[in-house]
């Protein structure tokens, strides 16, 4: 059985519990079918970010009309998949998925959209809702912003977009985490979030910047293929301390082991393996600051059985021993 939630009727409706005030809201719904939250804070420089959690038992279909507002809507998924169809959208394909893993942004002003819910799947996301004359507010040169973004920035309009960025990055998830755990209330969690979200936005356009600029490098390969590596990079982000091996990884994504590291180098200007390595690492950096596990179990738990090894990784790549910075941030 597919339950249909069309418009904001249905959705008031089911609504069990709405509070909100100047900066702050929370609304929930829920039903014999399951559950949906929307946690919002608003912020200084017309920023506003919300945090969205649903799960429901039987699949679900979500209608959605976007107001002609051209704000911008940075999204960042934590947890499950939405497919979403929009018809008849110019510029915006008619459908798409957004999966745990990857970030989007997005402007869709007066777009009437339809999102699919699996059944028994939590999905979480967090939206960073922003305008583009944000940037206006820092005095500086614009050169390196991406083009469509700079184009917003000095004349605002209405043409839909959906721009997918890629995999989010360990940083991201660092503070997308911190977001979530977020240890304040009233003006010191506006200022705490205020500070995350823009770190947020700048790994954000960032990330958009060096998209393209892969783009341009690859010059030999299709954009399915270049999707198909963006793809490669996701399962490598997820399946650490054991990564499948070159062989297995480009089956999974359907090309050759050639076009694999070669694209890999073309598109993201490092090797398969120097990107494992990144990982590993950046991922072991936030394990010796967030907990106290030991160097050893460390090590181990982002895929180095070789202490000594992993030592030696680790300074080539921050210019200091595990055990120096550890110690460097006080724990």
Same mark, same amino acid.
């Given at each position: 059985?597919i339950?249909?939630?069309?418009?904001?009727?249905?959705?008031?409706?089911?609504?069990?519990d709405?509070?909100?005030?100047?900066?702050e809201?929370?609304?929930?719904?829920s039903?014999w079918f399951?559950?949906?939250?929307?946690?919002?804070t608003f912020?200084?420089h017309?920023l506003?970010?919300?945090?969205?959690d649903?799960e429901?038992?039987?699949?679900v279909?979500?209608?959605q009309?976007?107001?002609?507002s051209t704000?911008?809507?940075?999204k960042?998924?934590?947890s499950?998949?939405?497919?979403?169809?929009?018809?008849?959208?110019?510029?915006?394909s008619?459908d798409?998925?957004?999966?745990?893993?990857?970030?989007y942004?997005?402007? %869709?002003?007066d777009v009437?959209?339809?999102?699919?819910?699996n059944?028994?799947?939590?999905?979480?996301?967090?939206k960073i809702?922003?305008?583009?004359d944000l940037?206006s507010?820092f005095?500086?040169?614009?050169?390196?912003?991406?083009?469509?973004?700079?184009h %917003?920035r000095e004349?605002?309009?209405?043409?839909p977009?959906h721009?997918?960025?890629?995999v989010?990055?360990p940083t991201m998830?660092l503070? %997308?985490r911190q977001?979530?755990q977020?240890?304040y209330?009233g003006?010191?969690?506006?200022?705490?979030?205020?500070?995350?979200v823009l770190e947020?936005?700048?790994?954000q356009i960032?990330q958009?910047?060096?998209?393209?600029?892969?783009?341009?490098?690859s010059?030999?390969?299709?954009a399915?293929?270049?999707?198909?590596?963006?793809?490669a990079?996701a399962?490598?982000?997820?399946?650490?301390?054991?990564?499948?091996s070159?062989?297995? %990884?480009?089956?999974?994504i359907?090309?050759n082991d050639f076009k694999?590291?070669?694209?890999f180098?073309?598109v993201?200007?490092t090797?398969?393996?120097?990107?494992?390595?990144s990982?590993?690492?950046?991922?072991?950096?936030?394990?010796?600051?967030?907990?106290?596990?030991?160097?050893?179990?460390i090590?181990?738990?982002?895929?180095?059985?070789?202490?000594s090894?992993?030592?030696?990784?680790f300074k080539?790549?921050?210019g200091i021993?595990?055990?120096?910075?550890?110690?460097?941030k006080?724990?």
């Amino acid at each position: 059985m597919i339950i249909r939630l069309t418009g904001t009727e249905d959705f008031g409706e089911f609504c069990k519990d709405v509070q909100f005030n100047d900066y702050e809201g929370k609304a929930e719904l829920s039903t014999w079918f399951g559950q949906s939250s929307f946690r919002w804070t608003f912020l200084r420089h017309n920023l506003e970010i919300a945090i969205c959690d649903d799960e429901f038992s039987h699949p679900v279909i979500a209608q959605q009309k976007h107001d002609n507002s051209t704000e911008l809507i940075s999204k960042f998924f934590l947890s499950g998949a939405i497919r979403t169809v929009t018809p008849n959208v110019p510029g915006v394909s008619n459908d798409y998925e957004e999966i745990a893993g990857y970030n989007y942004l997005f402007c %869709l002003p007066d777009v009437r959209e339809f999102e699919y819910f699996n059944a028994n799947q939590h999905c979480q996301n967090i939206k960073i809702y922003w305008n583009a004359d944000l940037l206006s507010s820092f005095q500086s040169s614009f050169e390196q912003l991406p083009a469509l973004l700079q184009h %917003l920035r000095e004349n605002p309009m209405k043409q839909p977009f959906h721009q997918p960025l890629g995999v989010t990055t360990p940083t991201m998830q660092l503070l %997308l985490r911190q977001i979530l755990q977020c240890p304040y209330r009233g003006t010191l969690r506006q200022m705490y979030l205020e500070a995350k979200v823009l770190e947020l936005l700048v790994l954000q356009i960032t990330q958009w910047g060096e998209n393209h600029q892969g783009l341009q490098r690859s010059q030999f390969f299709r954009a399915d293929e270049i999707e198909r590596l963006h793809h490669a990079k996701a399962i490598l982000n997820q399946t650490l301390p054991h990564p499948p091996s070159l062989l297995d %990884l480009a089956s999974q994504i359907g090309l050759n082991d050639f076009k694999l590291k070669r694209g890999f180098r073309e598109v993201f200007g490092t090797t398969v393996l120097r990107y494992v390595q990144s990982l590993r690492l950046e991922q072991a950096k936030q394990l010796l600051i967030e907990t106290n596990l030991t160097i050893v179990e460390i090590a181990s738990q982002v895929g180095y059985e070789s202490l000594s090894h992993f030592g030696y990784l680790f300074k080539r790549q921050f210019g200091i021993t595990p055990r120096e910075y550890r110690k460097q941030k006080g724990l």
